[in-house]
């Protein structure tokens, strides 16, 4: 009797297609995995437990074998605080990343006086970063690194500031503050490229003494320069009046130079007119001692001929008599 028609081999055999028919199902269908939009992720090799040199970047379905898997990271900018409260902080329970809230930093200043700092920034990992940082940090260790890569970074800025710029020009601390985390956060020798920004210097919270000197301070600087619009002012006044002196002493000059030219102008004419009224008087006086010149007493003919013509031209309308 051959041992392949007993029933129970032919049983046998059956239940061994349908479990590796079931294991080879179940085997692909664990092989499969998904990753949501906003992830970039490592694929690790359980065998051997390392990672592919590539990281997975496309959201979608993934085939990654059987007891593989993707170590997921955000694609996405994610916020780390350093705050007292959780107001404003943006997340939810579901939230795949959450983001980063840790106390308020405490830091010195430049002059030593003892700071807490609250802020917050932004960070996005790069995508070509990720198997370095695995291998550096592994999976979730970047959290607590990434906190104190930031707290360095803060530290070191607060030591270049004295206390008093972090109420009047917290624009250039901010400016160093992302260029010192920025710097903390780009080592591409060690494996490590994070993009920062959206950075945010909330509050500093120095001793109270020194806040109420900064409040003495900050009302005598608003005095000053209340002190100094009103010279701005009072200089501006000044400045219209003397213009509108200028100008009246411009037009005086102007009024007074055209009178003195007036004046010369007269002057020439009356110069003028004199010298022809001379010039031709001497024309007439020598015409006249030319008629006489050859009478024997020329003087008392001239009077003669004088009175002659007064007589010839007087008007017997203008006769006025003496009435006793």
Not at 185 to 190: D, S
Not at 202 to 227: K, M, S, Y
Not at 307 to 321: C, P, Q, S, T, V
Request: hydrophobic share 45%; with cysteine.
């Amino acid at each position: 009797m051959d041992i392949k028609n007993i029933p129970v081999f032919k049983a046998c055999g059956c239940m061994c297609c349908i479990f590796w028919l079931i294991f080879t199902i179940i085997a692909v269908i664990l092989s499969i995995t998904s990753m949501e939009q906003g992830k970039y992720a490592v694929q690790l090799i359980w065998l051997s437990q390392s990672v592919l040199d590539e990281p997975v970047t496309e959201a979608g379905l993934k085939f990654v074998g059987l007891g593989n898997a993707l170590l997921e990271y955000p694609s996405t900018f994610q916020t780390m605080y350093f705050t007292t409260t959780t107001q404003g902080v943006q997340a939810t329970s579901e939230s795949a990343f959450p983001p980063i809230v840790k106390p308020p930093i405490r830091a010195r200043s430049a002059d030593g006086l003892e700071m807490y700092v609250t802020i917050s920034f932004q960070w996005k990992l790069e995508a070509q970063a990720l198997i370095a940082l695995y291998k550096l940090l592994g999976e979730d260790g970047y959290d607590d690194a990434f906190v104190r890569f930031a707290r360095a970074a803060i530290i070191n800025t607060c030591s270049y500031f004295p206390a008093d710029m972090y109420f009047t020009n917290r624009t250039l601390i901010t400016a160093r503050m992302t260029e010192d985390l920025e710097r903390n956060f780009q080592l591409p020798e060690k494996g490590l490229q994070c993009t920062i920004q959206g950075l945010q210097l909330q509050e500093v919270d120095l001793p109270d003494e020194f806040d109420v000197e900064i409040a003495n301070t900050q009302t005598q600087l608003q005095e000053l320069e209340v002190a100094y619009a009103e010279r701005v002012e009072r200089e501006v006044a000044m400045q219209t009046e003397l213009l509108v002196s200028q100008q009246q002493v411009l037009r005086i000059l102007e009024t007074q130079s055209g009178q003195a030219r007036g004046f010369l102008e007269l002057n020439d004419a009356e110069v003028d007119q004199q010298l022809l009224f001379q010039q031709r008087q001497a024309v007439a006086n020598n015409e006249i001692l030319q008629i006489f010149e050859n009478d024997a007493q020329p003087f008392e003919r001239l009077f003669d001929i004088m009175e002659i013509r007064m007589l010839e031209e007087h008007n017997a309308d203008n006769l006025m008599f003496n009435v006793q």
